[in-house]
């Protein structure tokens, strides 16, 4: 959400349901354009300024009367202090290994702005770019406490070129890796009243940060209905981006949630209009989440879910959603109402270590993140569990793509500390593997705010915390009870490895503010060992070998796959030196196709080599002419 301030927060196929599902073509299609190529425009000064908000602009939960929000939370908080002893006789009882810390280091630097809106990505060749409320930084993945970063700039700075002289507020940043492009995407937002709501999103032009972007706005007022757009979260299909978020009235009040369906390619490529749609949600979509595919990108569907973020008591209630087709082929939005066999309620605001005069704002029950693998989808969200308790709610939605699809769900506490604003990554390593990595952030009566991780295995079960950072003080930024703590957070799946993930999360630190810390975490599980044994070296076709570099060259190199699993490939020299690392991705079983370009080489020797997690499996001599 935007500095200093309290804020707010579509899936099926007709054809996959029974039930009767609405249908909506999108509201509002448009071009945005390329304003101004980063070429023919100088760079502008970077003030890093920040104006801070003193009042409250709306509160989190608005999608129900904000009286009722308020009475129902003042209802969680009095319930968990009466009950709170009983809380601490929590047991965590559990057997599955919890996921280990290694490489960790200080993130983005604090400027004046609560919450810190924490999200990440990380590319193939391990640059992680981490987003808060203010500013980006770029960083590359290596074994060091402190880590510089290699790129650095404001949300102000980073549009400035684009949208000359705006200096309204930009907040709520997001950030998402294509494994397929090798593309960063971000999008923030800029201005919170109708006439100045945007939404600025940029596509890098390479896989290095440093090498420029192709920026675009959209209108964060697409219906021209005297609304703005506030929390946006970000989705990719093989062809697509897909924005959401929730729209205000200048007043403050929810109106409605939306999508805007956008041409990827069409930024990747720096073209000048960017073609897209937009979809106005009905009633009772609010923060519809996007389940991102793992661990490949797929399409042309894209599914979200949400949930009822203020429950006046409990709920089941998840809403299942579907955009169908693309935009050229004319997608239409469906949905349908499912039911979990476990409620959900409002958390009460979490204890600070030495101070009762200012709790943390654990917001409402929005759906905070989720992914779909297996034919599954698996989400997180903040839900109150015994006497409100701060905790998360982890769901399930089982066989997504068939005409019964059914929700499961299950309340996560924890016995030493208050835990919220969950977000979720896959690190399934195979299609029967389910497992993935949980991060939250916790506080207690006895431990300052800070981040920890969780494993989920493949039966869901959890393991125990394992603590990123421990906090170094409390949040007590803005002295206002509660005090802001989300709104939300990121964790990601490393490209690489499988089983690794990276979190940028938050802590308090010694001036009792809020800083960034980035955390790279190992999951404790594995291929089974059937799906180590590797293939013969001398299988597999390299084509055309020899090849020219003149004629800029794309080689193939077609490999029977016999065991599914995560392949690498590389390029080493003639004395078997590596030189780059080419693509890892997970094959399943039958023929794959490596491709690339041999420009980037000099005349020469090399040789291609592919390994199944480490193992050399396939190596073939490549010879490159003039």
């Not at 002893?85 to 047991?91: A, G, H, R």
């Not at 005297?226 to 062809?239: C, F, K, M, R, V």
Request: charged share 15%; aromatic share 10%; glycine share 8%.
């Amino acid at each position: 959400m935007f500095p200093s301030r309290v804020c707010l927060w579509v899936l099926l196929n007709i054809i996959c349901f029974s039930l009767a599902l609405g249908q909506l073509s999108p509201t509002v299609k448009g071009k945005a354009s390329l304003l101004i190529p980063a070429s023919t425009a100088t760079e502008m000064p970077d003030f890093s300024a920040s104006l801070k908000n003193t009042r409250i602009i709306h509160e989190p939960g608005i999608d129900m009367e904000k009286d009722a929000f308020k009475q129902a939370k003042t209802e969680a908080n009095k319930n968990f202090q009466q009950h709170y002893s009983e809380n601490t006789n929590l047991e965590n009882k559990t057997t599955v290994t919890a996921p280990t810390l290694s490489n960790n280091w200080q993130g983005n630097p604090f400027a004046s702005s609560v919450p810190n809106d924490n999200h990440i990505a990380v590319s193939d060749s391990g640059i992680v770019v981490s987003v808060v409320n203010v500013n980006i930084r770029a960083y590359v993945d290596q074994n060091l406490v402190n880590n510089p970063s290699f790129y650095n700039r404001t949300l102000q700075s980073f549009s400035a070129l684009e949208i000359p002289g705006n200096s309204d507020i930009k907040f709520d940043p997001r950030v998402i890796w294509d494994p397929q492009a090798r593309r960063f995407i971000i999008v923030y937002l800029v201005g919170s009243t109708s006439s100045t709501s945007l939404l600025l999103l940029g596509f890098s032009k390479t896989a290095n940060p440093t090498e420029g972007w192709n920026l675009y706005t959209l209108t964060g007022n697409p219906n021209n209905d005297g609304n703005w757009t506030d929390y946006p979260t970000i989705g990719l299909t093989t062809e697509e981006a897909f924005i959401t978020g929730n729209l205000f009235s200048n007043g403050g009040q929810a109106q409605y949630s939306g999508i805007w369906q956008i041409d990827k390619q069409a930024g990747y490529a720096g073209n000048s209009t960017l073609n897209y749609a937009f979809f106005k949600l009905p009633s009772g979509h609010f923060s519809p989440t996007p389940a991102l595919y793992a661990p490949n990108l797929a399409g042309p569907k894209m599914y979200f879910v949400s949930s009822q973020s203020n429950p006046a008591s409990t709920s089941t209630q998840i809403r299942l959603s579907l955009i169908d087709n693309t935009l050229t082929n004319g997608g239409t939005f469906n949905t349908a109402t499912l039911q979990s066999n476990t409620a959900y309620r409002l958390a009460a605001d979490a204890n600070q270590k030495g101070t009762s005069a200012f709790n943390l704002n654990t917001n409402d029950c929005r759906i905070q993140s989720a992914f779909m693998a297996n034919g599954n989808i698996q989400f997180v969200m903040n839900s109150g569990g015994t006497a409100n308790r701060p905790s998360i709610y982890h769901g399930i939605i089982r066989d997504v793509n068939s005409s019964t699809p059914v929700c499961t769900g299950k309340v996560i506490s924890d016995a030493s500390v208050e835990i919220a604003y969950p977000c979720i990554t896959y690190v399934g390593g195979d299609v029967n593997d389910n497992s993935s990595l949980i991060s939250v952030l916790h506080t207690s009566e006895s431990r300052f705010p800070g981040t920890s991780v969780m494993y989920l295995d493949n039966s869901y079960t959890p393991s125990a915390l394992t603590t990123v950072k421990e906090g170094e003080g409390n949040m007590i930024f803005l002295q206002s009870d509660p005090e802001r703590w989300g709104d939300y957070m990121g964790i990601v799946t490393d490209p690489r490895q499988y089983n690794v993930g990276f979190i940028g999360g938050s802590y308090g630190s010694q001036s009792n503010t809020t800083s960034t810390w980035i955390g790279k975490v190992s999951a404790p599980n594995g291929f089974p060992a059937q799906l180590n044994a590797v293939a013969s070296e001398t299988s597999g076709v390299l084509y055309p070998n020899p090849s020219s570099i003149s004629q800029n060259t794309t080689v193939t190199y077609r490999l029977p796959i016999t065991k599914l699993g995560y392949y690498s490939a590389d390029i080493l020299d003639i004395t078997g030196k590596h030189l780059y690392s080419l693509i890892k991705n997970r094959l399943n079983p039958g023929e794959a196709l490596l491709a690339f370009q041999t420009d980037a080489l000099l005349p020469g020797t090399y040789f291609i080599k592919v390994s199944l997690e480490g193992q050399p499996c396939f190596e073939q001599k490549l010879i490159l002419t003039p």
